[in-house]
C-alpha cells in the first residue's frame, strides 16, 4: 500500500528477460514493494539488492499488500498471473506486451479484471519514446499537411530461443499500436506476408500494409535476421515528412524548404511509462494504453497472420 512518501507499492512478476529493467527503474522511482520469479535465486537477489520481499510463486504474495503490479512473465501465462494478482486485490495491473496470445484471451481477461475493479495498462512502451511523441506532436500541430502514409522498420539479429510467439505479435505488435496512436484511428484491412527463416517454430519476418478508413495507408516491416537493430518511423504528409530513429531518439522533419533535426537529450522510455503507471495509481485514473489498445492490436496480428496464411487482405473484426 502507499509508502510514508506517499508512492504506491509496486511488485514486479517476472523479473527475467526485460522485468529485470522494471525493477530497475521502479526502484529508481522509490516505488518497488517487492519481486516475483519462478527462479528463486534471481528474486532473492533482487529481493536482498533492494530491500524487498520476494517470492517465487503469485500464490505466495499477501492479499491487500501491493497497489499494484507489473506482470513480465512470458505471454502465455499472462492471463492467469493477472487473474491470480487480481484476486490478491491489487488494482492497478501494468501487462506487458503483447498482453495476451489472442484476442478471446485477452476479453475474458479484461471482463474478469473489470469485475474486480482492476484499472489495466499495457506495455506499449514505444508511446513513451520522446521520438514517438515528437512524431505525434508534429502531426497534431499540422507540420506535415494532411497525412498520407507511414512506414515503420524493426529489425534485429535474433537467435533461436524458446518462445511463445513470433515476430508479429512479440515485435511489429509496437508498431502496430503506434500507427493507431499517430493515426487516432483503427485500420480495417490487412494484407501480410510473413516467413520462416532461421526460427523453426514462429514466423520471424514479415510485412503488414494496414489500410485505415481515412485512406491513409501504413507499412510495417519487421524481422529477426537484419545483423543490426534498427526502429525507424516515417510519417509522409502533403506537405512534409517526419522521420525517427526510435534507438537515438533523432527526428528530422522535412519540407519542400527545410530539413531540421532539433537536438534533444535521449531519455528512458521505460521510465516516463511508469511514471504515468504510478501516477494513474495514486490518482485513481484510468491510464493509457489501456486494455481497448491491447484488443486492437491483437485484431490486428489475428488479421494479419491469416492474410498471410491465405495470400489475400483481410478485413480486420469490430
Known amino acids: 500500500m ?27 522511482l522509490g516505488s518497488l514493494g517487492g519481486v516475483c520469479d519462478i527462479d528463486r535465486e534471481r528474486a532473492s537477489a533482487y529481493g536482498k539488492l533492494y530491500n524487498v520481499p520476494y517470492y517465487v510463486d503469485v500464490s505466495e504474495i499477501p492479499e491487500n ?9 512470458p505471454t502465455s ?35 474478469f479484471l473489470k469485475n474486480r475493479k482492476v484499472k489495466i495498462m499495457v506495455g506499449f512502451i514505444e508511446r513513451f519514446n520522446p521520438a514517438a511523441r515528437m512524431v505525434k506532436r508534429y502531426i497534431e500541430e499540422g507540420a506535415l499537411g494532411e497525412v498520407i502514409m507511414a512506414s515503420a ?3 534485429r539479429r535474433w537467435p533461436e530461443r524458446i518462445t511463445d510467439s513470433g ?25 501480410a506476408k510473413t516467413g520462416r527463416s532461421m526460427h523453426r517454430v514462429h514466423e520471424d ?3 503488414i500494409v494496414l489500410t485505415f478508413p481515412s485512406g491513409r495507408m501504413a507499412i510495417i516491416k519487421a524481422n529477426w535476421l537484419t545483423p543490426y537493430k534498427i526502429r525507424s518511423i516515417e510519417v509522409i504528409g502533403s506537405e512534409g515528412m517526419v522521420e525517427a530513429d526510435l534507438v537515438t531518439q533523432q527526428v528530422t522533419l522535412s ?6 533535426t532539433p537536438f534533444s537529450e535521449w531519455s528512458e522510455p521505460l521510465r516516463y511509462e511508469l511514471k504515468h503507471f504510478i501516477e494513474c495509481i495514486v490518482s485513481d485514473a484510468n491510464p493509457s494504453p489501456g486494455e481497448e489498445d491491447a484488443v486492437e492490436a491483437l485484431k490486428i496480428i489475428e488479421a494479419s497472420l491469416k492474410s498471410s496464411a491465405t495470400g489475400n487482405s483481410v478485413d480486420i473484426g469490430t
Open 65 to 73: 499488500t501491493y497497489d499494484g503490479a507489473v506482470v513480465s512473465t
Open 167 to 191: 515476430v508479429l505479435l512479440d515485435t511489429a505488435i509496437h508498431d502496430i499500436d503506434l500507427m493507431r496512436y499517430f493515426f487516432s484511428e483503427d485500420p480495417v484491412k490487412v494484407y
Open 77 to 111: 501465462t499472462h492471463k492467469e498471473v493477472a487473474m491470480q494478482l487480481a484476486l490478491k486485490n491489487v488494482k492497478h495491473l501494468l501487462v506487458e506486451k503483447p498482453f495476451t496470445p489472442t484476442v478471446k484471451d485477452a476479453l475474458e481477461l479484461i471482463s
Open 2 to 28: 502507499l509508502s510514508m512518501v506517499g508512492k504506491p507499492s509496486i511488485i514486479v512478476v517476472g523479473a527475467g528477460g526485460f522485468g529485470k529493467n522494471h525493477v530497475r527503474v521502479l526502484a529508481e
Open 205 to 207: 519476418y514479415a510485412t
Open 255 to 260: 519540407s519542400k524548404d527545410d530539413r531540421i
Open 153 to 155: 522498420t524493426r529489425v
